[in-house]
């Protein structure tokens, strides 16, 4: 056989194959994406879409619903070729500073003094996992342009403050430090391992986050969750 032919074909097969590991690998995404949009112009025609803030999906699970909104993006959800999801998008379909985040569980508050829109909760024992210490960050509390929504009881700077759960830390906000390219109105929200000497690791990194499915009691993991909106049983507190 003439060579280029072969070379042709061997190409070919390459990159059908390549397409199609970028289409299975995005197609959730592709899919959950769709909904985000849908939510974000006309919520009020999908009120079952959406979870309630300090509501309990599932008896057995130990964290109440931070916000209320649609959960747009699930935990290693990829943006791109290569990128793992770190959280939940919780999406409230509202303007900024009006739909309330509220604390999954009790723990121990932080936020670093150059922080704007995020704050972070130390729980010095994981409740599924006895002996481990884990993080809960909860991000995107601020206008495009930094300004915080943050409740005025933490600002920046406090450490290790003791909070309930169900505590009003601040309001959803679509702030990503680029004035000129806000996100969609949302809070994400994350399960971070701490260096096992009480401090955080690095939450932007999938490998230092837990699948927040078992804390919630709904699947929540966007490889293997199906492509349908993630409902909520709503057990009550
Ligand atoms: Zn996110």
């Not at 409230?92 to 936020?111: D, E, F, I, M, N």
């Not at 403050?161 to 969609?184: D, R």
Request: negative net charge.
């Amino acid at each position: 056989m003439d060579k280029r032919i072969l070379v042709g074909i061997i190409l070919f097969g390459v990159l059908a194959g390549v397409g199609f590991y970028v289409y299975v690998m995005m197609r959730p995404k592709l899919g959950r994406s769709a909904r985000v949009l849908e939510w974000i112009r006309h919520s009020q025609s999908h009120p079952e879409w959406s979870v309630q803030a300090g509501t309990r999906c599932a008896s057995d699970a130990p964290f109440v619903m931070p916000t209320s909104g649609l959960i747009g993006y699930l935990w290693d959800d990829s943006f791109r070729l290569g990128h793992h999801h770190s959280g939940l998008d919780i999406f409230s379909g509202t303007a900024v500073g009006v739909t309330p985040v509220v604390a999954a569980y009790p723990g121990y508050l932080t936020r670093l003094p150059e922080w704007k829109s995020a704050l972070i909760v130390h729980l010095p024992e994981d409740p599924l996992q006895p002996g481990r210490q884990i993080w809960l960050y909860y991000t995107h509390m601020a206008d495009p342009n930094g300004n915080s929504f943050i409740s005025s009881e933490f600002p920046p700077g406090t450490t290790g403050k003791l909070i309930p759960a169900g505590t009003l830390l601040g309001y959803q906000g679509n702030y990503t430090g680029e004035a000129a390219n806000p996100s969609g109105v949302h809070l994400h929200f994350s399960i971070v391992l701490d260096d096992g000497k009480g401090h955080f690791l690095n939450e932007l990194e999938i490998k230092n986050t837990l699948d927040p499915s078992p804390y919630f009691g709904i699947p929540l993991n966007g490889k293997t969750a199906s492509d349908e909106v993630v409902a909520c049983g709503q057990v009550g507190n």
